[in-house]
């Protein structure tokens, strides 16, 4: 099976091609908010080292955030795009479960945090096994002071994987053991992605949808107005 995934939800986007348990090629889009303009052709350039091109991808994986808003609509736009033309399936994956899948070693607990500025972070918890990834929580936005609580009642620390954030959060958590890790990876996603397909787990492109978790700075300001 080959896989294409988008990773658009950090400032650094991402897509990979996978194929089993193989990565063909990632590759990282540079700095900028052109990301409309950018993304097709660099999936067009991605897909040139196969046979028939999309012809020849067999799933999308996308990266369904939060993260940036722009991003995660840029992201599942495009991919449903993909997918409606070519009657591809698709698996949305969360951003932090990706990070975790990057962050943690076989055996550890810990939590994938994302800056999510003004003093806020998203985040979730999770155990990794060998080849399983086990959600603990469920994704959630919490402030610098709640923080300080997370991992309360856990006997062993928490690995804090994602943004570089988790090096200041691991100073008012005792509990935390900060493990800064890069921009979530288009490969990581494929490969969680990958599990799903394989036992059937695809989303529905009527019902895949951005995870926010926070409402957008427009949705705040309009629901204050009123």
């Known amino acids: 099976m080959i896989i294409l995934a988008v990773h658009t939800t950090s400032p650094v986007h991402s897509l990979a091609l996978v194929s089993g348990d193989r990565l063909l090629e990632e590759r990282t889009l540079p700095h900028g908010r052109q990301y409309v303009e950018r993304l097709a052709p660099a ?7 196969l046979r028939n091109g999309l012809m020849s991808v067999d799933a999308l994986a996308v990266a369904t955030g939060p993260g940036s808003f722009s991003g995660i609509r840029v992201g599942i736009a ?3 795009g993909i997918a409606l033309a070519l009657g591809t399936p698709v698996v949305g994956v969360s951003s932090l479960d990706t990070l ?32 399983r990834l ?21 006997p062993e620390k928490l690995i804090a994987c994602g943004d570089p954030v988790v090096a200041d959060l691991a100073k008012i ?3 935390l053991v ?26 529905s492109l009527h019902t895949l949808a951005p ?3 926070r409402r957008s700075d427009a949705e705040e300001k309009s629901s204050v107005q009123r």
């Open 43 to 49: 999936i067009a350039e991605l897909v040139k080292r």
């Open 78 to 80: 495009t991919v449903k």
């Open 134 to 154: 086990e959600s603990l929580s469920e994704p959630m936005l919490i402030s610098r002071v709640e923080c300080g609580s997370l991992g309360a009642g856990n």
């Open 100 to 131: 975790a899948w990057q962050g943690l070693r076989p055996g550890e607990t810990g939590a994938a945090v994302i800056d999510a500025r003004r003093g806020e972070f998203y985040a979730a918890l999770y155990r990794r096994e060998t080849e």
């Open 211 to 213: 995870l926010y978790i």
């Open 178 to 203: 900060a493990r800064p890790v890069g921009p979530p990876s288009a490969a990581a996603c494929a490969h969680l992605a990958r599990a799903r397909f394989k036992t059937g787990k695809v989303d």
């Open 173 to 175: 958590n005792a509990r």
